[in-house]
C-alpha cells in the first residue's frame, strides 16, 4: 500500500485551491524539483521518493532498499522502500548539489491551527471522494458476478436463473458498501495531505551524520572511484568497506573489494594475509585505498599461488 | 487480516491495547494498520522518523525486527527480569506474570472488523510518541557483590586505604587449636575403654566441667559385626586388593599418632622419592610440571602439564559488571510456536538477540560472557546489520577434548 501523493485522487475543486497557495512558491520549486530530498532517520540519510531514487541512481549512487516491498511485505528477499544511503554517497549528493538535505526537528509540530485543519479537511474530502468511488466500483463488480452466475446457471438448468435475475434487479436498491469496508492507500513518503512538519535544511557542516577520520578517508576514496566511473555498494560481508562495481550492480559481478586505509596506519600482516584469502576465495581482488593529498592510491592484492 | 496479529504482538495494560513503536511501524509497511495522530495518517516516513530514535528502537534494531518477523518469527522485547536464574530454574517455579513496560501509548477507538480490504484497527495517538517515552531498564540484582564496594562511596579518593582495609576482612582467622596435640579417642577400633577422660580445661568453655563420659551406650549402637561375605564376593575382594595396599597395615603409618604426623611422614616419602630427579631439572626455581611415573593416564597427565586451562562461559560471571555496549534486545520465539503462543506465557525464546553493526567492535570475550550470562539458558545470537544486510553470528561453547584413549 505504497504510492505517491500524486497518485491519490483528489477532487478538482480542492486541487486548485492548494495550486493557488502554491503560486508564490513555484519558481524556487522549480529549481528545487530538479534536488534530490535526503531525510534522515537519527543519523542515517534515506530516500523515500520513487523520483529521487531514480535520480539518484542516475547519478551512480546506488543505495541499500531496507524497507517491507508494499506489494509482498511478508519476504525478505525483495525489500522496498526506503532507501538507505551510506554517509558516503549522502556526503557525494550534497557535495554535488544534486540534493539537499533535510532534518525534522522534533520540537515543533505544526504549530499552525489553521493550516493543520484545513490539511484534516483535505483529507476527509479525499477520503470522501474515493469512498463514493468504490461504492460505485464495487457495485459494478457485484452486477457482473451476478450477471455471470445467472448465464451460467442459464446454459445449465432451468428455473433457478430467476431468482438470481430477481436479486440483481434488487441490487441497485438495497446495495450498500460499508465504510470500514473501504480500501485506503498508506504513503510511504511523507504526502502532501499529511501534516508537514517543519524542516530545516543545512550546511554539510551541520550534518547529524558524525564526521571522523574514518569517513573522511572512505568519502575521498568513495568520490575518487566515482568519479573514475565505478559503481560502488557496501562490503560488510567480504570483510571490506565497498564493493567495486565496473557498471552497474544489477548487471556486474563485483571487481573489487576496496578496503579504505590512511597511509600512516599499521596494518598487521594477519590482517592482510586474511584479506587476501578472503579475496581470492570469492574470486575478487582486493584493493587497499588510501588517500594522498588531493588523490587516492591503490594497492591490490592478488594471490597467485590460487589458481 | 482478522487482527491475526495480536495474539502474537501487542500488549494490554488498564483495558486498552497498545502496540510498541517497531510493532506498530512493521504493521504499517505490511499494510494491516493506520497510525493517526491529530486526525491524520502517517506516512511510512514519519512513522520511521517519529518511532525509531535511540531512546526507543533503533534504525539497525527495526530492520533485524522486521526482517525476523518478515520470516515468520514471534520477536518481542527483551525484558532483564523476565529471565529466571539457575536457582529459579531448579525450583521449578511457575513463571510469574512480570508486567511489561509501554512505551507508546495508544487509544484503541475500534474493534476489530471483520473485512478483507486493508484495515483492520484504527488507533489514534493522544500525544507525541517521544515524549512518554519512560525506559526503565531493571538489571537484575548482583547478589555477588564483594564486600568492599559497599564502602566504596566513602573511600574512593583514598585508594591505598581501600586496599589496605581489604585484607582484614577477607583474611580467614587463624586457627586457634593446635591439632597435632590433640588427640581424638578411636570409638570403632575393637580394643575400646568404655570410659573416655574429661578434655582439657582448655578446650572446653569457660564454667564448663565434665567430668569422665561413660561412651557404653553410645557404643552399643555402633554397628561392630563383622562383614560375612560370600564365597564370591571374596574372590572378587581378594581380587581388588591384591594391588591395593592397606594404609592400615602399613607399619609407619601406625606408628603415627595423629594427622599431623602422617602428613609428615607423606612428605618425606616424597622426598625420598625425589631423590632420583635430576638436579639440573628439580633444584632450579622452575621445575618440570610432572615426572615419569607420576601418572597413570593419559588425563591426568594433561592435566598436569595443560597451563592454559580451558574456560566456560559461565566461570568469574560474578566479577562482570553489565556493559553499557552490548545489549539484548529481543526475544526470538520460532514460527511454528505461533499457533500455542501466549503472550502471558511465551515460554523459552529460541534465540536472544543482539543488534550491532560492522563498524562498531567484535564482541570480546567479556562481551560474550556478560550477555550468555545475562540470558542464562538461551542461546545469544548476534545480528550485524550493514546498510541493510543483516548477518547473524553466534558464539558456542566449546570444551577441548583431553582424553586420549
Not at chain 1, 152 to 160: A, D, F, L, R, V
Not at chain 2, 88 to 97: C, G, K, T, V, Y
Amino acid at each position: 500500500m505504497d504510492g505517491d501523493p500524486a497518485v491519490m485522487k483528489v477532487p478538482r475543486s480542492s486541487s486548485v485551491e492548494v495550486k493557488e497557495d502554491m503560486d508564490t512558491k513555484s519558481e524556487k520549486q522549480a529549481t528545487r524539483d530538479a534536488l534530490i530530498d535526503i531525510s534522515f532517520c537519527g543519523s542515517t540519510p534515506m530516500l523515500w521518493k520513487v523520483s529521487d531514487m531514480k535520480k539518484c541512481r542516475s547519478e551512480g549512487v546506488i543505495g541499500a532498499l531496507v524497507g517491507s516491498l508494499a506489494r509482498q511485505p511478508r519476504q525478505n528477499v525483495r525489500l522496498g522502500r526506503p532507501l538507505e544511503l551510506r554517509p558516503e554517497e549522502a556526503l557525494l549528493l550534497l557535495e554535488k548539489e544534486k540534493s539537499t538535505a533535510a532534518v525534522r526537528l522534533d520540537t515543533q509540530d505544526c504549530e499552525d491551527e489553521e493550516a493543520h485543519s484545513e490539511a484534516v479537511r483535505l483529507y476527509e474530502a479525499g477520503l470522501e471522494s474515493s469512498y463514493q468511488e468504490q461504492c460505485v466500483l464495487a457495485l459494478e463488480d457485484k452486477k457482473k458476478t451476478l450477471n455471470r452466475v445467472m448465464n451460467e446457471k442459464e446454459n445449465g438448468t432451468e428455473g433457478s436463473g430467476s431468482a438470481v435475475r430477481e436479486r440483481l434487479e434488487a441490487l441497485d436498491q438495497s446495495f450498500s458498501f460499508p465504510w470500514s469496508a473501504m480500501a485506503v492507500q498508506l504513503c510511504t513518503a511523507r504526502s502532501g495531505f499529511s501534516h508537514c512538519p517543519e524542516e530545516r535544511s543545512f550546511h554539510s557542516t551541520d550534518c547529524p551524520m558524525p564526521r571522523d577520520e574514518h569517513l573522511n578517508t572512505r568519502f575521498s576514496v568513495y568520490r575518487d572511484l566515482r568519479n573514475k566511473g565505478y559503481y560502488l555498494t557496501s562490503a560488510g560481508k567480504f570483510g571490506g568497506d565497498f564493493l567495486v562495481y565496473p557498471g552497474d550492480p544489477l548487471r556486474f559481478h563485483a571487481h573489487y573489494i576496496a578496503l579504505c586505509v590512511s597511509l600512516d596506519e599499521e596494518m598487521p600482516v594477519c590482517d592482510i594475509l586474511a584479506i587476501a584469502r578472503l579475496g581470492s576465495n570469492v574470486k575478487k581482488t582486493v584493493l587497499l585505498c588510501s588517500p594522498q593529498e588531493g588523490d587516492v592510491v591503490y594497492s591490490s592484492l592478488q594471490w597467485s599461488s590460487m589458481v | 487480516m482478522r487482527g491475526k496479529f495480536w495474539q502474537t504482538m501487542g500488549f494490554s495494560e488498564r483495558g486498552k491495547q497498545y502496540l510498541q513503536p517497531e510493532e506498530a511501524l512493521y504493521l504499517m509497511e505490511c499494510g494491516n494498520v493506520q497510525v493517526f495522530y491529530r486526525d491524520l495518517p502517517l506516512s511510512i516516513q514519519d512513522g520511521y522518523e517519529r518511532f525509531l530514535s535511540s531512546d526507543t528502537v533503533t534504525l539497525h534494531q527495526y530492520q533485524v525486527f522486521g526482517h525476523l518477523k518478515r520470516l515468520g518469527y514471534v520477536v518481542n522485547r527483551f525484558d532483564p527480569s523476565s529471565v529466571s536464574s539457575t536457582y529459579e530454574r531448579q525450583l521449578n517455579l511457575p513463571a510469574s506474570d512480570k508486567q511489561k513496560k509501554q512505551l507508546k501509548r495508544k487509544r484503541s477507538q475500534s474493534p476489530v472488523s471483520s473485512d478483507k480490504h486493508g484495515i483492520s484497527t484504527e488507533e489514534k495517538t493522544t500525544s507525541e510518541a517521544h515524549n512518554e517515552l519512560a525506559e526503565t531498564s531493571k538489571l537484575p540484582a548482583d547478589l555477588q557483590e564483594p564486600v568492599h564496594l559497599a564502602d566504596a562511596p566513602e573511600r574512593t579518593w583514598w585508594m591505598e586505604e581501600d586496599v589496605q582495609q581489604k585484607h582484614p576482612k577477607t583474611q580467614t582467622a587463624a586457627p586457634r587449636w593446635d591439632f597435632s596435640s590433640i588427640s581424638f579417642p578411636d570409638l570403632g577400633s575393637r580394643r575400646r575403654s568404655e570410659r573416655l577422660a574429661s578434655p582439657h580445661r582448655s578446650l572446653l568453655p569457660e564454667n564448663v566441667d565434665v567430668g569422665e563420659c561413660d561412651v557404653s551406650r553410645w557404643l552399643g549402637r555402633l554397628n561392630m559385626k563383622q562383614e560375612k561375605l560370600s564365597r564370591r564376593d571374596m574372590e572378587r575382594q581378594r581380587e581388588r586388593d591384591r594391588y591395593r595396599r592397606d594404609v592400615n597395615s602399613d607399619r609407619e603409618v601406625r606408628r603415627c599418632r595423629n594427622w599431623a604426623e602422617y602428613s609428615e611422614l607423606m612428605e618425606e616419602r616424597r622426598r625420598r622419592r625425589r631423590k632420583h630427579r635430576p638436579e639440573h631439572l628439580w633444584e632450579r626455581e622452575e621445575t618440570p610440571l610432572t615426572q615419569p611415573g607420576q601418572c597413570t593416564s593419559h588425563r591426568e597427565l594433561l592435566d598436569q602439564i595443560g597451563i592454559i586451562k580451558s574456560s566456560t562461559f559461565s566461570e568469574g560471571l560474578s566479577r562482570l559488571s553489565p556493559s553499557d555496549q552490548w545489549k539484548i534486545s529481543f526475544d526470538v520465539y520460532q514460527p511454528d510456536t505461533v499457533a500455542e503462543f501466549k503472550k502471558s506465557h511465551p515460554g523459552k525464546p529460541y534465540t536472544r538477540m543482539c543488534v550491532c553493526s560492522f563498524a562498531g567492535p567484535v564482541p570480546d570475550l567479556h562481551a560474550v560472557k556478560q550477555l550468555s550470562f545475562q540470558s542464562q539458558d538461551v542461546p545469544v545470537t548476534f545480528a550485524v546489520v550493514d546498510h541493510g544486510d543483516i548477518s547473524f553470528y553466534c558464539f558456542k561453547d566449546f570444551k577441548l577434548p583431553t582424553d586420549v584413549y
